[in-house]
Structures are given as C-alpha cells and as structure tokens.
C-alpha cells in the first residue's frame, strides 16, 4: 500500500509563492506517475500537474502553466509543486495522487491533502 504524505500549505497574498511537497512510502519511487490535483471550494477536483516516473515528462494545466512548476526527487522518494504568481483563484485543497508506471488508468493513491489560501 502506497502512503502520500503532503505538506508546505499555508496563506499567502496574491503574488507571492508557496512550494508543495508530497513524500511518498514505496520502494521504488521511479516506478510511479506522480501527480498534483486540487479542488476549491464549490468545485470538483481538478488536474493540476504531473510528471512521469523517470522525472522526464511534465505536463500542466493550462491556468498554471509558467506559474507552476512540477519536479520529483527519487532519491528522496519526495515530489514538488513550486507555486509562483499565485492568485486568489489558486486557493484551493492540493492532493498529491501516484500511478503505477505500468498502468494506463487512472491514479492509485492519493494524499490527504494540503491546503493553499491567496489572499487578495
């Protein structure tokens, strides 16, 4: 059983910047997708980020990108989501979510989540 295990939330003003990390309890972090979701409140969860086991790959939703930056350290089991520019509309719950690389579905696991408040 995979553990995701978030932190680094917290309340910011419009602009500034927070960083997100998920730790992860498996024994070959590589073999895993990793991914970022959030959801506001009122709306479903949405994707926000991912990045593929080898660190290799990246891929953003439209309203981060060159804002949010997804990166992984294997060796630390540990993946990150750098967030710049931030604004009020980003204020949401961050859940860290994995994948087996072998599989083409949906993702296995997820955090408990981390809440990120922008201020206005």
């Known amino acids: 059983q995979v553990q995701l295990v978030e932190s680094g939330g917290g309340l910011v003003q419009a602009g500034g910047s927070l960083r997100l990390s998920c730790a992860a309890s498996?024994?070959?972090?590589?073999?895993?997708?990793m991914g970022w979701f959030r959801q506001a409140p009122g709306k479903e969860r949405e994707f926000v980020a991912t990045?593929?086991?080898?660190?290799?790959?990246?891929y953003y939703t439209d309203s981060v990108k060159g804002r949010f930056t997804i990166s992984r350290g294997n060796a630390k089991n540990t993946v990150y989501l750098q967030m710049n520019s931030l604004k009020p509309e980003d204020t949401a719950v961050y859940y860290c979510?994995?994948?087996?690389?072998?599989?083409?579905?949906?993702?296995?696991?997820w955090g408990q989540g981390a809440q990120a408040t922008v201020s206005s």
């Open positions: 979510a994995a994948k087996r690389a072998t599989t083409s579905g949906p993702y296995e696991y």
């Open positions: 498996v024994r070959t972090f590589s073999n895993y997708h």
């Open positions: 990045i593929r086991g080898s660190g290799g790959n990246t």
